[in-house]
């Protein structure tokens, strides 16, 4: 069989038995959570895992890390950045892009914090969906990794290898958390993000995704429909 350039989203879904036949096989061939896995946005506290996860919206991770520390370097409380002058956030978070509207979103996000919270970060996705800017991905980010819950979040590889190989299925990002955090077994909700992400990166890639040498593609509902 030849490998496609691409692969098409999955029209139909997994069974339960061959979901966790993929789990099983992705935990191992991939690394999974590792002992100084900080997560994705390695922030220390809840507020600052928000504002870095805030800032990642269409941005290159080294991207984002330079525009937190940058801006972290200048305040690290909602109070802080809120007595900052736009511009001087705008300056800070420059590297991210979009850094005129995400200062106005951040300044949004730090006032409802300060006068809705009362300074404290919700430890629920429901909560920290209040938050604005903060949505389905986001709060699961901080969820996991700064509360330590065991859930998936769903970035853009999460969403093409669970849509893709018939796993979960959705329109959106939030969408696919949704259906993946229903047909997921509880023992795989701790490292799932983490086996998905690497196996999206590694192998189920966006473009010339590696089919022929991948570990579940027996099971793969899109490359089983490219036979």
Excluded at 76 to 93: H, K, N, Q, R, Y
Excluded at 119 to 130: N, S, Y
Excluded at 131 to 146: E, H, L, N, Q, W
Aim: contains cysteine; aromatic residues 6%.
């Amino acid at each position: 069989m030849s490998q496609p350039k691409k692969i098409a989203f999955a029209e139909k879904l997994l069974k339960p038995r061959e979901i966790e036949e993929l789990y099983r096989t992705l935990s191992e061939v991939m690394p999974g959570r590792t002992p100084t896995a900080k997560g994705p946005k390695k922030q220390p506290n809840p507020f600052r895992s928000c504002v870095s996860c805030m800032l990642s919206a269409q941005s290159r991770d080294a991207n984002t890390a330079a525009a937190s520390q940058a801006l972290f370097a200048l305040a690290d409380t909602p109070e802080g950045i809120l007595a900052l002058s736009d511009e001087d956030v705008a300056a800070a978070i420059k590297p991210c892009g979009l850094y005129n509207m995400k200062t106005r979103n951040l300044k949004k996000m730090c006032a409802f914090v300060v006068d809705e919270l009362k300074g404290d970060i919700p430890a629920t996705r429901e909560g920290l969906m209040t938050i604005p800017g903060i949505g389905r991905k986001c709060a699961d980010i901080v969820m996991s990794f700064t509360f330590g819950e065991d859930v998936i979040a769903v970035d853009t590889h999460v969403h093409r290898v669970s849509n893709r190989t018939g796993l979960a299925q959705g329109k959106t990002e939030a969408h696919t958390a949704t259906s993946l955090e229903e047909r997921s077994p509880k023992w795989a909700l701790r490292d799932g993000h983490f086996w998905l992400l690497q196996f999206g990166k590694k192998v189920c890639t966006s473009r010339a995704p590696k089919c022929p040498d991948c570990p579940v593609n027996h099971i793969c509902k899109a490359y089983a429909a490219t036979g």
